[in-house]
């Protein structure tokens, strides 16, 4: 089985219809088809042979889809990389996976290396298309590595999750199962990296042949424009993005009925901004909890449920779902490995055939989070009697103050339900006495300025005294990475200065 080979598949029964749009520009599926096997023929041709590792650092392009299914079809491993990482990290990743080719784009910065690189769209790509072109994809076994995704190095080194054509197609057909079935009439809205959680549902698109429309970047009118363009969106976004469209879009004419699905993850989705974006977008989302190491799969929050008429909307909206078609989780002892009760936290684990093989030339790090068939994801959270997941933080960010274990997200709920407060992050600060004291970071509302007395009343008010910060810094901005998660790693920087 050929991950590659299945969109080309696709791509047969489909040859008309639009299969990639960037722009003006518009690869109909024969396109596609056509150019992937050219570049196929082209890198088989410079002697690459099946599971060498082609880096492709990128901004969103055209070119993306035909560099994948090409690499895919030739038997080759895609080593996608975010086109703003330093060039100390790409580096890293570029020795690490010992990739023979690299394609990139302009505006990168580039590293000093002896790897041929290859711009897109410059000559030397385009004669990639002019050499034999291979009539069928080479054969390769479910088992292959096909996508080497590497973390985003927050606790040292980035990893390498090593992704086979078997992983990414239960991620695609978990997809399919749990959150929409795609077609020629769907658009697939690619705005977030490429390299990313974007780019694995662009691959979900192309299986099924819908359009996609790769935007170079996040921008609310670009976004706005295919909404108002196209029929039946759909788009991955972080919290962040799309607590920004909630703002955008309220009150205004965007026509939503264009609009068929977010889905959302990668970061906390706190209740008092979910509650805005369903009065917005009604059920339109779905919410993922979900690692590279199985990729935008391990549970979920059908569109289904995102309601606030609900009996039980408070728990449902306050949960990451239920997991998904094909994953099995359970929630265990950290140290024991022990499966823990209905309502105890602890490390949550993940089962099926998402889950990755292990980390590429990394057998330490792959025994520690694979054990006894299980991924250990870092997570911290507990399953309610309901079959809930819930995702209390992760185990790097817990804060133990006075041998007490306090997370984070619980003071960051209720530091969100104060109209003052636009943004909240919280982390730990040493603390001679108690061990870590709890540090609030807060951005406040426009035109608000409530002070650290009224913040402090209101968090009482709904947790735990001992939970409430000790300190607040009031920011203009929280710092954020290329994904636009919060970068906690850099607030616990600003108390140690």
Request: hydrophobic share 45%.
């Amino acid at each position: 089985m050929n991950f590659g080979g299945l969109i080309l598949t696709a791509a047969r029964a489909l040859p008309t219809a639009a299969a990639v749009t960037f722009g003006e520009h518009v690869l109909t599926y024969s396109d596609l088809s056509d150019r992937a096997l050219r570049l196929a023929g082209a890198l088989r041709a410079r002697g690459l042979e099946p599971g060498d590792r082609i880096l492709v650092q990128m901004h969103n392009r055209l070119e993306i889809p035909e560099i994948m299914v090409g690499c895919w079809a030739a038997g080759l491993v895609v080593v996608p990389v975010n086109a703003k990482l330093h060039e100390k990290e790409v580096s890293h990743i570029l020795e690490d996976s010992g990739a023979s080719l690299v394609f990139c784009s302009d505006g990168i910065n580039r590293i000093d290396t002896t790897i041929e690189t290859i711009d897109a769209g410059s000559d030397a790509y385009q004669a990639l298309f002019t050499s034999g072109r291979l009539e069928a994809a080479v054969n390769t076994r479910p088992e292959d590595l096909a996508w080497l995704f590497y973390t985003s190095g927050t606790t040292g080194r980035p990893k390498g999750a090593m992704l086979s054509n078997r992983n990414l197609l239960a991620m695609a057909n978990a997809y399919y199962a749990d959150i929409d079935q795609l077609g020629p009439d769907d658009t697939m809205l690619i705005a977030a990296p490429a390299s990313h959680g974007a780019g694995l549902y662009m691959l979900a698109a192309l299986l099924k042949g819908a359009n996609v429309v790769i935007s170079p970047g996040f921008d609310i009118e670009e976004v706005e424009q295919v909404v108002r363009g196209y029929r039946s969106v759909s788009l991955f976004a972080v919290p962040t993005i799309l607590n920004r469209l909630v703002a955008a879009w309220s009150g205004s004419d965007v026509p939503l009925e264009n609009l068929r699905t977010i889905i959302y993850g990668g970061a906390p989705m706190y209740v008092a901004d979910l509650e805005r974006a369903i009065d917005l977008f009604g059920v339109r989302l779905f919410q993922l909890f979900a690692q590279g190491e199985s990729p935008m799969t391990i549970s979920g929050l059908p569109k289904r449920l995102h309601r606030r008429d609900l009996q039980e909307s408070e728990r449902l909206l306050s949960s990451c779902g239920y997991p998904r078609t094909g994953a099995s989780v359970q929630v265990r002892e950290p140290e024991s490995g022990a499966q823990l009760a209905p309502g105890v936290a602890g490390e949550i684990c993940a089962q099926g055939d998402a889950v990755m093989m292990g980390y590429w030339n990394n057998p330490e790090a792959t025994a520690k989070t694979l054990r006894a068939g299980w991924l250990w994801t870092g997570d911290l959270g507990y399953i309610d009697p309901d079959g809930l997941l819930h995702v209390v933080d992760r185990s790097k960010d817990m804060i133990i103050s006075g041998g007490t274990n306090i997370y984070p997200r619980e003071v960051e709920e209720a530091l969100l339900t104060h109209p003052g407060v636009v943004e909240a992050a919280v982390v730990g600060a040493p603390d001679p006495e108690w061990g870590e004291s709890v540090v609030a970071f807060v951005v406040r509302a426009q035109g608000s300025e409530p002070d650290e007395a009224e913040l402090d009343a209101h968090v009482c008010a709904q947790i735990a005294r001992f939970k409430r910060p000790k300190l607040y810094r009031f920011v203009s901005a929280l710092p954020k990475s290329d994904y636009a998660k919060i970068l906690k790693s850099e607030l616990r920087k600003q108390l140690v200065l």
